[in-house]
């Protein structure tokens, strides 16, 4: 049931709370009503103590999340733009995208946009790059950076970032740029262990914040390329970053709201473990994906290779994803359609954040009674 809540205290002033469970785009995802609320705090000053405090508070749980020592910097951006600067900062002459779905390709068309000699090396949507692949591909030594989206949301595919970075740095003085918009915080990313150059990832997802935010590390490759390129630009610079990042800072006016749902949400993050988070998520889509195949339904990604915040469900002939879909959303529940080209052959579950396994349990009966499954 709804609940109204007056979060301000201020006279006539009230929300009204949806109830939770029933929201499974792969993003933006459910937010807790709590993380919500926390956004009605009052304005403080972004070059004040009052902020610094908050960025020191956040920067030692980032890091956590991230499985990393470094920095972590956070951008008041959708990912994309720390998808552009991961590119305007670190490629030096040309880069290698590797493409298997919507959001892959967006690496490509950024480092085009932005002037950088860039190629793509494609599979089919649906399916993930291998090191042998990629091997093969940076035989010669033409590319001195390789860009990767771990989590496909458009496919559900999961890339094996550890070993396609282990390969491009065995090809020579190669960097990777790693997308983890739809894995960080649901599966394991590694920033150190696996040695990944630069990560990124965004707020609306396994994080479960509202969109707005967007969050990257770079190792010393990357600052040493950052320091010698005349493009890293404006907004994005990953120096402006680091320096500011020393102070408890933003280069540039952050969204303050958003920095007082971060705060609170990774402390419910630290609660549950970043190992445990990841746990859950396995459960959830692990039950996804037996669910869909004991009924006859195929899981896009091949087993092995497949995400575990979003799922992509291919539909039975005779519908469309995005009859399915409405179909949900008159029974209470939102669920993605397929992206782009396949927009009416599937739908996406998006099983991340702080769902559960019973509010995934319940998605899914009332999927399979639209689908007759």
């Given at each position: 049931?709804?609940?109204?809540?007056?979060?301000t205290?201020?006279?006539?002033?009230?929300?009204?709370?949806?109830?939770?469970?029933?929201?499974?785009?792969?993003?933006?995802?459910?937010?807790?009503h709590?993380?919500?609320?926390a956004?009605?705090?009052?304005?403080?000053?972004?070059?004040?103590?009052?902020?610094?405090?908050?960025?020191?508070?956040?920067?030692?749980?980032?890091?956590?999340?991230?499985?990393?020592?470094?920095?972590?910097?956070?951008?008041?951006?959708?990912?994309t733009g720390?998808?552009?600067?991961?590119?305007r900062?670190?490629?030096?002459?040309?880069?290698?995208?590797l493409?298997?779905?919507?959001?892959?390709?967006?690496?490509?068309?950024?480092?085009?946009?932005?002037g950088?000699?860039a190629?793509?090396?494609?599979?089919?949507f649906?399916?993930?790059?291998?090191?042998?692949?990629?091997a093969?591909?940076?035989?010669?030594?033409?590319y001195?950076?390789?860009?990767?989206?771990?989590?496909?949301?458009s496919?559900?595919?999961?890339?094996?970032?550890g070993?396609?970075?282990?390969?491009?740095?065995?090809?020579?003085?190669?960097?990777?740029?790693?997308?983890?918009?739809?894995?960080?915080?649901?599966?394991?990313?590694?920033?150190?262990?696996?040695?990944?150059?630069?990560?990124?990832?965004?707020?609306?997802?396994?994080i479960?914040?509202?969109?707005?935010?967007?969050f990257?590390?770079?190792?010393?490759?990357?600052?040493?390329?950052?320091?010698?390129?005349?493009?890293?630009?404006?907004?994005f610079?990953?120096?402006?970053?680091?320096?500011?990042?020393?102070?408890?800072?933003?280069?540039?006016?952050?969204?303050?709201?958003?920095?007082?749902?971060?705060?609170?949400?990774?402390?419910?993050?630290?609660?549950?473990g970043?190992?445990?988070?990841?746990?859950?998520?396995?459960?959830?889509?692990?039950y996804?994906?037996?669910?869909?195949?004991?009924?006859?339904?195929?899981?896009?990604?091949?087993?092995?290779?497949?995400?575990?915040?979003v799922?992509?469900?291919l539909?039975?002939?005779?519908?469309?994803?995005?009859?399915?879909?409405?179909?949900?959303?008159?029974?209470?529940?939102?669920?993605?359609?397929?992206?782009?080209?396949?927009?009416?052959?599937m739908?996406?579950?998006?099983?991340?954040?702080?769902?559960?396994?019973?509010?995934?349990?319940?998605?899914?009966?009332?999927?399979?009674?639209v689908?007759?499954?």
């Amino acid at each position: 049931m709804s609940t109204v809540v007056n979060p301000t205290g201020t006279a006539g002033v009230s929300v009204k709370a949806p109830p939770f469970g029933k929201f499974f785009l792969p993003g933006p995802t459910e937010v807790r009503h709590d993380v919500l609320y926390a956004m009605t705090q009052q304005m403080i000053g972004h070059r004040g103590r009052d902020v610094e405090d908050l960025m020191a508070r956040v920067a030692p749980r980032l890091q956590q999340v991230f499985r990393t020592t470094r920095p972590v910097y956070t951008a008041t951006s959708s990912a994309t733009g720390l998808m552009e600067g991961g590119v305007r900062n670190a490629v030096r002459n040309r880069v290698l995208c590797l493409v298997n779905g919507s959001f892959s390709e967006r690496f490509h068309k950024a480092s085009v946009n932005s002037g950088i000699p860039a190629d793509t090396l494609e599979v089919p949507f649906g399916q993930a790059h291998t090191p042998e692949l990629l091997a093969d591909a940076l035989k010669g030594g033409k590319y001195d950076t390789v860009t990767i989206v771990h989590s496909e949301t458009s496919t559900g595919v999961l890339n094996p970032i550890g070993d396609l970075a282990r390969v491009a740095h065995e090809s020579g003085d190669v960097v990777v740029i790693i997308d983890t918009v739809s894995s960080l915080a649901a599966g394991a990313v590694e920033s150190d262990a696996w040695e990944l150059d630069y990560v990124l990832s965004g707020s609306q997802k396994a994080i479960a914040l509202p969109p707005g935010l967007a969050f990257c590390t770079a190792n010393e490759r990357v600052f040493e390329r950052a320091r010698a390129t005349a493009r890293r630009g404006l907004y994005f610079d990953l120096l402006e970053f680091d320096e500011y990042h020393r102070k408890n800072q933003t280069p540039n006016t952050p969204a303050v709201s958003l920095l007082y749902a971060l705060d609170l949400q990774l402390d419910h993050i630290m609660a549950e473990g970043i190992e445990a988070r990841w746990a859950r998520h396995a459960r959830m889509a692990e039950y996804t994906w037996q669910w869909a195949e004991s009924r006859g339904l195929k899981v896009l990604a091949p087993a092995g290779y497949r995400s575990p915040g979003v799922t992509c469900i291919l539909i039975p002939a005779g519908k469309a994803g995005s009859a399915v879909a409405a179909a949900m959303k008159a029974k209470g529940f939102v669920i993605a359609t397929g992206y782009g080209a396949l927009k009416d052959d599937m739908v996406r579950i998006g099983h991340m954040g702080e769902h559960t396994l019973g509010e995934v349990e319940e998605v899914l009966e009332a999927l399979g009674d639209v689908m007759g499954r």
